[in-house]
């Protein structure tokens, strides 16, 4: 006979021997059995259950069983919101309200009431990698993080939006897109700000910018992600355990020389399905797409007329509009500490890292790095279209938009100048305005660095001298330019 239930209350007794449920229906009908919770877990945990039933159209001779179409299981915990309908998701969520775990791992403080989990993480400590990908450096040890990478490389994309073009390799990608792009409503709010979202990670993440716990002893950083922080303490190292075998690039982070390994590949997976471009890495490709092919721009600034699609070029911009931090040493400001930090450099008077093939020297290393290429010829950006190469990848870039592209998109609206490279233009227009002027002199100019220049030849002492002859200049680049001409 069939019937139809409400809503069922179900009491979890727990016996030494097979535990049994007690079933309230609030009218007659069949009885009904349900699995218990999982022997594992303690009968602490299984009173925090609240089990609802609402079966449909049962027959009498149907053995109604856990997880079947035929009944509508809602499992609740009792001591938060969650909620799930499959048994085994609720025996892994009532974990985190019990005992402490009790599986530790021996290189770190990692631990766990799973055993399949630790087995997993303990291969992130092997040091050997047994699995690799053989279309790019990617490695690891475990062989489902192998088989999710691989997707990278396939553009296979199983998972569509049914509401705009997106589709992704994975469907949790897609949950989190569609949550992200397509539900108006944001139901996790921060309470310290405006910031809200439906995505569970994104707002775990944002929580942690407004506590931090981790500081470096060595600078003013600090951070409430152990990962960031590791990160991090590894910059303040003098020596690099990891070396480019192709150039001298050096770093203490092992991904970081894998995504430079990158740069003396040609190897470029990523590739747009609107134009020609091709990357390293998707998010580039990401970047290139809003940049270039999508017509309308979602982020706006309200100081200016700026608009972009790409959320880290806005950010960007938005600190060109507040300005803290400022140079007590001549009029240069910023907002960002890193920027702040290099331009500092520039006012020291010895220079601390020197090339060993000339009389280069500096006080920043990636200025000497990059001056390094010089002695070399070794050019591994090549262009497609000629023989030109480059030590470069934006050069590179520029000689492309120079030469090879016919149309201009950079007009300027005083004269006849046209230019696809950025800087070019920016730089040409200056031209048509200058505002800095000497206060000694007549010179004018609407370039700092020009200004700066200028003002060291109305300084009565000289302070690079050439060793060969009285050649005396205050510019370091007029003493190069001499030794080279007269002193070869």
Do not use: W
């Not at 609030?26 to 609802?52: A, L, T």
């Not at 040609?266 to 091709?278: A, E, T």
């Amino acid at each position: 006979m069939a019937a139809d239930y409400a809503a069922v209350i179900v009491k979890v007794e727990t016996k030494e021997e097979e535990p049994d449920m007690k079933v309230e229906p609030k009218q007659e009908g069949p009885d009904v059995k349900v699995e218990p919770i999982d022997e594992d877990i303690d009968s602490s945990m299984q009173e925090m259950v609240h089990v609802n039933i609402v079966p449909q159209n049962v027959k009498e001779e149907d053995d109604i069983k856990y997880g079947t179409n035929i009944l509508n299981l809602t499992l609740n915990c009792l001591k938060c919101d969650y909620v799930t309908n499959l048994k085994e998701n609720l025996d892994e969520h009532l974990i985190t309200h019990g005992t402490p775990k009790h599986l530790k791992c021996g290189d770190c403080n990692y631990s766990t009431d799973k055993k399949a989990h630790l087995k997993c993480h303990l291969l992130i400590h092997k040091s050997a990698k047994q699995l690799a990908c053989y279309q790019c450096y990617y490695t690891t040890s475990v062989k489902k993080q192998l088989k999710r990478h691989m997707l990278i490389h396939s553009n296979h994309k199983r998972f569509k939006c049914d509401q705009c073009d997106y589709s992704s390799h994975r469907n949790d990608v897609l949950k989190r897109h569609q949550l992200t792009k397509h539900v108006a409503s944001k139901q996790l709010k921060c309470s310290q700000c405006n910031f809200a979202t439906n995505v569970k990670p994104y707002f775990k993440d944002h929580l942690l910018i407004h506590t931090t716990h981790l500081k470096c002893d060595q600078c003013d950083y600090s951070t409430d992600r152990k990962t960031n922080f590791k990160l991090h303490v590894l910059m303040h190292k003098t020596a690099k355990d990891f070396k480019c075998d192709q150039c001298n690039y050096a770093t203490n982070v092992k991904s970081k020389l894998k995504q430079h390994m990158l740069v003396h590949s040609n190897y470029k997976p990523f590739k747009c399905d609107q134009c020609d471009y091709s990357s390293h890495r998707n998010a580039m490709l990401k970047q290139h797409r809003l940049a270039k092919h999508v017509t309308t721009k979602e982020l706006k600034c309200s100081h200016c007329k700026y608009a972009t699609n790409v959320k880290l070029f806005f950010k960007e911009h938005l600190l060109k509009h507040s300005t803290h931090l400022k140079c007590d040493q001549c009029d240069y400001f910023t907002d960002r500490k890193d920027n702040f930090r290099f331009h500092l450099l520039m006012h020291k008077t010895t220079k601390e890292l020197k090339c060993d093939q000339c009389n280069y020297e500096t006080n920043v290393k990636t200025l000497l790095i990059q001056h390094m290429l010089v002695h070399s010829n070794y050019k591994p950006f090549k262009c497609d279209e000629c023989d030109y190469s480059s030590r470069t990848n934006s050069t590179l870039k520029q000689h492309q938009l120079s030469k090879h592209v016919t149309t201009k998109e950079l007009i300027c609206p005083q004269c006849n100048f046209a230019t696809n490279v950025k800087s070019y233009f920016k730089k040409h227009l200056l031209t048509h305005s200058t505002h800095l002027m000497c206060d000694q002199c007549s010179y004018t100019t609407n370039r700092q660095s020009n200004l700066r220049e200028h003002l060291l030849s109305h300084k009565p002492t000289k302070d690079f001298k050439c060793d060969r002859c009285d050649f005396a200049t205050n510019v370091k680049q007029r003493l190069v330019k001499h030794i080279k001409s007269l002193h070869p």
